[in-house]
């Protein structure tokens, strides 16, 4: 897959749709990756303590899978040059082998100076969105 041009894309461009499987496995390895072990990721009774529905994705996991979208399409993750989202709801993850999953779109919602581009992301759980404001701008050749 090549690399979309500037001068090809348009306001209004979709981005291919994802869906991201989670499971408690990939809490594990993200948690060993970011150094971030906060019980909440992992145990489900102090979860709950917390009034949690049940161990929660880390919010900068979530963040790094709606990304994914914008990486994929944009085919080089360095043009990614400004990324920045809401945490708007958790993402709960059951402990089981189907996990969950974090559903994603992307729509180019500006073009702007210098050949960048400004999308805008949609990611959801369940029907419900867990990230607001989620924006990427990407440098386009």
């Known amino acids: 897959m090549s690399a979309p041009s500037y001068d090809d894309v348009e306001v209004g461009t979709e981005l291919p749709s994802q869906t991201f499987p989670v499971r408690r496995v990939d809490l ?12 909440i990721h992992w145990n489900e009774r ?39 989202v809401r945490f708007t709801r958790p993402v709960p993850v059951p402990d089981d082998e189907t996990g969950t999953a974090v559903e994603v779109s992307g729509t180019v919602a500006a073009k702007l100076e210098d050949r960048r581009v400004r999308v805008d992301l949609t990611a959801t759980h369940g029907g419900a969105k867990v990230l607001g404001r989620a924006q990427a701008v990407v440098q386009l050749g």
């Open 28 to 39: 594990v390895r993200y948690a060993g990756a970011s150094g971030d072990f906060n019980v």
């Open 46 to 84: 102090a979860a709950r303590s917390v009034g949690l529905p049940d161990v929660i994705a880390h919010g900068m996991f979530t963040m790094a899978l709606a990304v994914r979208v914008v990486t994929d399409w944009a085919v080089d993750p360095a043009a990614v040059v400004d990324y920045g």
